[in-house]
């Protein structure tokens, strides 16, 4: 009994240390553990929500979109090449107490080419440097590209224009860990600079990450986030009203009731995600998408505004055409997609099709997520245009693999920004020679456009071949633009500073508890 | 008794070897590539896909591949995660192991304790008050499923009272929900069946014989009749815990408990195939283990058992 007793004091001592340490740590849902917590292998969702608070690059974005300078104090483009010079910013240092020097700036860029190291999204936005094809070969481990000119200036060379290269949230990473914590070291350090720390993970349970008191710039007001691992929407919603989390990730499961909860409306942030979201019509499969004024037809079959109330609960927003706010070149004046079920009719009788008589039957899938919206569209276009179409829902890697290799006819589908610049999305979605490009839809000038955007230095040059570009889109309908979905969170009145963007939340170097 | 023992854990090797067979046939009919999976959006780079095919041995025909996988159990290596870069799998199931056994014999512990005592009480008191109420509540605990249970207890006792938290574990007060809703299924069930053996018990010749001699209730029961339900009781435990075991994927993904249950469901979502076979072993040597004890138990309540197992 004595000793029932003693271990019971030992828990609640336990207890009480527990609750004095969390006292300043923000309490935060993710819906999984990280896949990983470097900045090489980095590919997923929950792993970005840690690291972009303990790593830096050479700039970040505020919540609104703008860019600002981080480990490069600035830059100029390399005159006459392809390429920048960067001058970066002096007296900072990792974690490790080390100085961030232009020797970690090239050790992590050739981490992301390196055969060996697995590398994530990052990989991406090293592949125009000079020589990346050579340090992925395995043939040298220098890449050619990177002059390293003094301790804070280096200039990066590419192979063809990349104008965007200083905001890719590529994080530079301390050249020195792996000799001195040896290959394993990300499990108990962290190697960056930013304002955060890595403190602990237990898998399954939470990961937690330390103010860093040596931070160079603005330190935290708060001790740490701890990022707790609630894969089930419903208990971190209760938890969250219990006061077990201080900030709520909203969960699809629970939208419905949050959004209508009246007494949660002053703790609750609601803003579009950076995520574009079309209707697919593929005219490589299925021959009648060829026609403009097919695919305008069922483009004016959508009731968008029905759509963010009836599936939504208004946790969702217009989308006019690809860009979405909150991103660089977006513009908020473009025409606004119609709904207009008399006017798609007609159309779709000039184009040949009267009633939807002559139309081939057609599938329109996606995977489960999307399966109440597929219902809607397949009525919708049954009863509006004579259309016959086909739910199919399909697992998502292997539905993936086929709208990749352009064998899906009708589908709807998004895609999520990965750097604040219209670009991701200009690019990515719609060029004819991008791999993402999943509709088919392919049009010369669409594509002038953008190649012109690619190498245009200047922003509001380039943002406007961006406008132009979308406007080609728009014009020829090559996808159906749906609505953007909303982020939403729930922030305790007593938390500042802890804000949600259309890219996750902001750094937590902001948030204060009260 | 040793040699039963023994005999009994050499019977383990050709189930789970079945197991074994079963888990990776299933999980390469699943649809859903691992590779594809991995690579996400990036399923165009055949590059990349090759490379990942190669690095976890996908790319060599399925008789290898299952035959490499044997081998490896066989030294208790499982594999890497899919889903967790460069993490065997035995790592990612080291703080599992640790809480799914603990909340399983807790809430058995729970449920027999509680499940025996309602239903001797309501024995005893056969057709009274007492009885009709205790038959009341173990239809409620029976019928109604344990996630309504669930939400309904964090809503009283988490959120209107503030009494315990919701989720998570650690802490005692963090175990109090999980088990007690863990256990409410199961101790309605080995209620009812006490009540019924007791029953049966009680209208035996030597109960009789008992009283006659004149031995207080309390003994009649407790040595006489108890210890004669005891056998077919035993019995059920097997089929309770295994109840239990599934029982943890629910209670375990609604009170956010970071054991092998939730971990199962998290992997299969995944698609993390070695963390979820490796779980769907532990799950069924540990079914199996636990039906041993229940023989072995046999053996020490009942002699007459112990004769027949030839145990002296």
Redesign the interface.
């Known amino acids: 009994m004595r000793v029932l007793a003693k271990a019971?004091a030992g828990?609640l001592m336990?207890?009480a240390v527990a609750t004095a340490a969390d006292a300043k740590t923000l309490r935060i849902n993710v819906t999984?553990?990280p896949?990983?917590l470097d900045p090489i292998?980095y590919s997923e969702l929950v792993a970005g929500r840690v690291l972009r608070n303990v790593y830096e690059g050479f700039t970040d974005f505020t919540p609104d979109g703008k860019i600002v300078n981080v480990l490069a104090e600035s830059w100029t483009a390399l005159p006459g090449e392809h390429g920048f010079r960067f001058n970066l910013r002096k007296n900072v240092k990792f974690h490790s107490g080390r100085a961030f020097t232009a020797k970690d700036v090239k050790y992590t860029l050739e981490q992301l080419a390196a055969p060996d190291t697995?590398a994530g999204i990052g990989a991406g936005y090293v592949a125009r440097i000079v020589g990346i094809e050579d340090v992925k070969s395995g043939k040298t481990k220098e890449l050619s590209g990177v002059k390293i000119v003094d301790d804070h200036t280096i200039e990066i060379r590419f192979t063809k224009p990349d104008v965007l290269f200083p905001i890719y949230p590529i994080w530079f990473m301390d050249s020195g860990i792996v000799a001195d914590k040896g290959a394993d070291w990300v499990r108990t350090v962290s190697a960056g600079t930013g304002p955060f720390k890595f403190k602990e993970w237990?898998?399954?349970?939470f990961v937690e990450i330390d103010a860093n008191k040596e931070y160079w710039g603005n330190k935290a007001k708060i001790d740490g986030v701890r990022f707790?691992?609630?894969?089930?929407g419903?208990?971190a919603l209760?938890?969250y009203?219990?006061g077990?989390l201080d900030v709520l990730d909203v969960q699809e499961s629970t939208i419905r009731r949050v959004m209508r909860d009246a007494s949660k409306e002053k703790e609750r942030q609601v803003v579009p995600r950076a995520q574009s979201r079309f209707l697919a019509m593929n005219p490589q499969v299925y021959a009648p998408f060829k026609d403009k004024r097919v695919r305008e037809a069922i483009s004016l079959t959508i009731n968008r505004d029905g759509m963010i109330r009836g599936f939504y609960d208004n946790a969702a927003f217009q989308l006019h055409g690809i860009t979405t706010p909150g991103v660089a070149g977006y513009f908020n004046d473009l025409p606004k997609p119609k709904y207009d079920p008399e006017a798609a009719k007609k159309l779709l009788a000039e184009a040949g099709f009267p009633g939807g008589r002559g139309l081939p039957p057609i599938d329109i899938s996606s995977t489960a997520v999307f399966k109440d919206e597929l219902t809607y569209y397949a009525n919708e276009l049954n009863r509006t245009l004579g259309m016959q179409v086909n739910v199919n829902v399909v697992?998502?890697?292997?539905f993936?693999?086929a709208m990749?290799?352009g064998e899906v006819a009708f589908f709807p589908w998004g895609w999520t920004s990965g750097y604040p610049d219209a670009m991701y999305y200009l690019e990515q979605m719609w060029h004819s020679k991008s791999?993402?490009n999943r509709g088919r839809w392919f049009n010369a000038k669409y594509d002038a456009l953008i190649d012109e955007a690619t190498a245009t230095v200047d922003d509001a040059k380039r943002f406007q071949l961006y406008r132009q570009a979308e406007m080609v889109y728009i014009d020829d309908v090559g996808a159906a633009p749906l609505p953007m979905v909303a982020s939403i969170a729930l922030v305790k009145p007593n938390v500042t500073g802890a804000r949600a963007t259309p890219f996750g939340f902001d750094r937590f170097v902001f948030a204060e508890i009260k | 008794m040793l040699r039963f023992v023994a005999w009994r854990l050499a019977g383990l090797v050709p189930v789970l070897g079945i197991v074994l067979v079963a888990t990776f046939l299933a999980t390469y009919a699943l649809?859903?590539?691992p590779v594809?999976?991995m690579?996400?959006?990036h399923?165009?780079?055949v590059e990349m896909a090759n490379r990942l095919r190669a690095e976890y041995g996908l790319d060599q025909p399925l008789w290898k591949q299952f035959f490499n996988y044997i081998a490896g159990v066989a030294v208790g290596d499982f594999g890497m995660s899919y889903?967790?870069?460069?993490i065997p799998v035995v790592e990612?199931l080291s703080?599992?192991i640790k809480i799914s056994p603990i909340l399983a014999l807790a809430a058995l512990a729970a449920a027999a304790s509680i499940g025996v005592g309602a239903g001797i009480l309501a024995a005893i008191k056969r057709n009274s008050g007492i009885d009709t109420a205790i038959i009341l509540i173990l239809v409620a605990g029976l019928s109604i499923p344990n996630f309504a249970f669930a939400?309904f207890f964090?809503?009283l006792f988490?959120?209107k009272l503030?009494a315990l938290?919701?989720?998570?574990?650690?802490?005692?007060d963090q175990a109090i929900l999980p088990v007690a809703i863990l256990a409410i299924p199961s101790a309605a069930y080995i209620a009812r069946l006490t009540r019924t053996f007791m029953l049966e018990v009680l209208g035996q010749d030597y109960i009789r014989t008992a009283r006659a001699k004149g031995l207080a209730e309390r003994v009649v029961i407790a040595r006489h009749a108890l210890r004669n339900i005891l056998v077919p009781l035993l019995t059920s435990m097997g089929i309770i815990f295994g109840g239990l075991i599934s029982g943890t994927f629910v209670v375990e993904?609604?009170?956010?408990i970071?054991?092998l249950g939730?971990?199962a469901?998290?992997s299969v979502f995944?698609?993390d195939y070695p963390v979820a076979m490796a779980i769907v072993m532990l799950f069924t040597a540990f079914f199996v283990l636990i039906n041993l004890a229940v023989d072995v138990a046999y053996a020490i309540i009942d002699p007459r058992i112990r004769q027949r197992m030839g145990v002296k």
């Open positions: 019971f828990f336990l207890a999984g553990d896949a990983m292998t697995k237990r898998r399954g349970a707790l691992v609630i894969p089930n419903d208990t209760a938890q009203e219990a077990e697992e998502r890697a292997t993936i693999r990749n290799a791999p993402y | 649809p859903g590539d594809l999976v690579l996400s959006d399923s165009s780079n889903r967790y870069v460069r990612v703080d599992g939400t964090v809503y988490s959120i503030g938290p919701v989720a998570g574990w650690g802490r005692i993904t609604i009170f956010n970071p054991g939730r971990l469901i998290d995944a698609r």
